[in-house]
């Protein structure tokens, strides 16, 4: 998992929705943000193995507002 990759969680308050990877911690946890209701200053520690994977990386994460705009697409798309 890298920086910028964007998951889905599978576990949790936050199951289904979409996220960005801000850091990657260890090999176990990561920190996520969307943008709105985890701000990119104040991301959530999650397990890895609370996420999915998809195949699209977010190459520059600097708004939030452009991070909200990125996810919305996704979301978009997958209705």
Do not use: C, F, W
Not at 8 to 19: L, P, S
Not at 39 to 62: C, F, G, M, Q, Y
């Amino acid at each position: 998992m890298q920086r910028g990759t964007v998951v889905i969680a599978a576990a949790g308050k936050e199951k289904g929705g979409y996220y960005v990877v801000t850091e990657v911690l260890d090999d176990r946890y990561v920190l996520i943000a969307d943008g709105r209701r985890r701000p990119i200053e104040k991301p959530k520690k999650k397990n890895l193995a609370h996420l999915r994977r998809t195949n699209t990386v977010i190459d520059e994460i600097s708004t939030n507002r452009m991070l909200r705009k990125q996810l919305s697409s996704m979301t978009q798309e997958d209705k």
